[in-house]
């Protein structure tokens, strides 16, 4: 193993943090009223915290996170509240899921997402998932990414029920609600695609993979999916593989079979048409990333972004999650 995949396999969330250069402190300080209500919480950071609930701590000792984890709460620090609505006036929501070994205040910070959602005016909330036994925040996304203790947490259900609680949410708009994730959260977002397309507007993951073929999709009907993948990248590989290229993990499809699979699904017909290429890495030469999308389906739409020489962070850093956004913003139900 490369000192990278080993490296990777501690957290992906200092490595993040180091290719973006961010500083935490440097974010502005958040209206109070979370989204939706948090109990008293440290905030979360790239290593675990002096204080977590009861449930958590239990989990994080014994290294057998439980079915039986409480309802998803998200501290303030981790959400944006649109405080100047009209009366009857209702917004966007945006839901971004970290990677294996970040956190959602990672999240929040790096991609600026406090100041994205003043400009917008649009909801913002990152939560956090459970702990694993090395300490690490996680997605049960199924088998390929990223349940390495084989922890028995159902977070399709877990974020279902987040995402149902703030699409009733009074000032949340519930045809506009999109998901995004990185990582983990992308196999996270790709997951809940599938369960709950009806209930997102649109959805992008970064880095991440769809299920494979066999997978049936509950309703994605009407769902925007984009797909954005680095073909350099080394930890989720474009070509497809296992994560970290560990043989215990389940194999993932291709970035180009999973856009394919979504195709089917989402009834397209004829082939993928080219877009416009984008220029998603200021550090790549050129516009870099070719653009793949279906233009006639039955239910939804999907596209494929690849990011010619694009490592596993390709969409987090800041013009590249621009472009993320206003593809989904694009979109609603």
Known sequence: MTAVRRNARLTLG?????????DARSQATLPSGALPPAPPAVTASTHAPSTTSASVAAARSTGAASSALPELQVPASQVYEVSDLKPGEKRPLLIFLHGL????????????????GARERVFVVAPDGAFDSQKRQ???AGPACCNFDHANVDDVARLGALIDRLRARAGVDPARVYLAGHSN????????ACAFGDRLAAAA???????TADITCDKPSGLALLEVHGDADEIVRYAGGRVFDNASLAPFPSAEQGFQDWAKRFGCSGSAQSGTELDLDPKLP????????????ARGSVALWTVHGGSHY????????????????????
């Open 138 to 140: 996680f997605w049960n």
């Open 101 to 116: 070994g970040a956190s959602g205040k990672i999240a929040f910070d790096v991609l600026h997402l406090a100041a994205l």
């Open 14 to 22: 200092v490595f993040w943090l180091a290719l973006t250069g961010c």
């Open 185 to 192: 959260g992308g196999f996270m977002t790709e997951r809940l």
């Open 286 to 297: 050129g516009t870099e990333t070719s653009v793949e999308q279906f233009a006639s389906c």
């Open 314 to 333: 390709v969409g987090t850093g800041q013009q590249a999650f621009e472009a993320v956004w206003r593809f989904l913003s694009a979109h609603h139900q």
């Open 205 to 211: 993951s970064l880095s991440g993979a769809a299920p």
